[in-house]
């Protein structure tokens, strides 16, 4: 049920690995959900407090069961607990968005605020091109980068263009900030774009081109 993408085998993604005692008043709630095919209650959301509470010897921790049908909704209440909370990462969040297929609105309407930066950055990556969100996953692109494209892009399109355009900037020795980065995205969302037309082996496919470059020369 841990929806962070690094995590140990219980859950666990070691964020209270140095502190050795546990304070009730502290740990919070945790969720907990009772799968009905089993029997056996689960812990949803708060794996690394129950971890500090076992190691710690403590007779009890507050919890709060959740009503699920299934343990894939078990999950997104976590998960969706955890994203309100600011807990985990943008990338742990987007991941999240991208296998539920998750909107700004639904957010809104279970009431997180879209205000808190996981859950910004999060919608704001999730729209990446699959391409470049792989690439922000592995650690091959700045996350920052991609928050401000992601944001400012919607169309995949345009998205590949502008990491092309960086990519050619940065060969070429210049240096390049997060403002530059922004400005050029914007720039790219109103350039225009042409259409060709090529013969391919499967007929004639039609193909959008952003000219931002261009109209940056």
């Known amino acids: 049920f841990q929806n962070k993408i690094l995590h140990g085998q ?28 089993d029997g056996k209650t689960y812990v949803v959301n708060g794996h690394n407090r129950v971890d500090l509470a076992s190691r710690a010897n403590a007779p009890a921790i507050n919890g709060m069961v959740i009503q699920a049908e299934t343990a894939e909704q078990a999950r997104a209440i976590g998960a969706l607990t955890n994203i309100a909370e600011g807990h985990g990462t943008p ?27 996981v859950a910004r950055e999060g919608l704001a990556l999730a729209a990446l091109n699959p391409m470049l969100f792989g690439a922000v996953s592995r650690g091959e692109f700045p996350v920052e980068r991609a928050v401000i494209i992601g944001q400012r892009l919607p169309d995949h399109a345009q998205q590949l263009a502008i990491v092309a ?30 259409m060709t037309m090529q013969e391919t082996l499967f007929g004639t496919e039609e193909t959008s081109q952003s000219l931002a470059l261009e109209k940056a020369q």
């Open 10 to 37: 219980k859950g666990t993604t070691g964020t209270l690995r140095g502190v050795q005692t546990f304070e009730p008043a502290l740990a919070g709630v945790i969720q907990v959900w009772r799968d009905p095919q």
């Open 91 to 117: 990338i742990d969040a987007a991941k999240f968005f991208r296998d539920t297929g998750r909107t700004e609105a639904d957010l809104q309407a279970r009431g997180l605020a879209l205000t808190d930066r």
């Open 165 to 194: 355009m960086l990519d050619r900037q940065l060969r070429a020795g210049k240096k390049l900030t997060n403002d530059v980065v922004r400005e050029l995205a914007d720039f790219t969302a109103s350039a225009p774009s042409q």
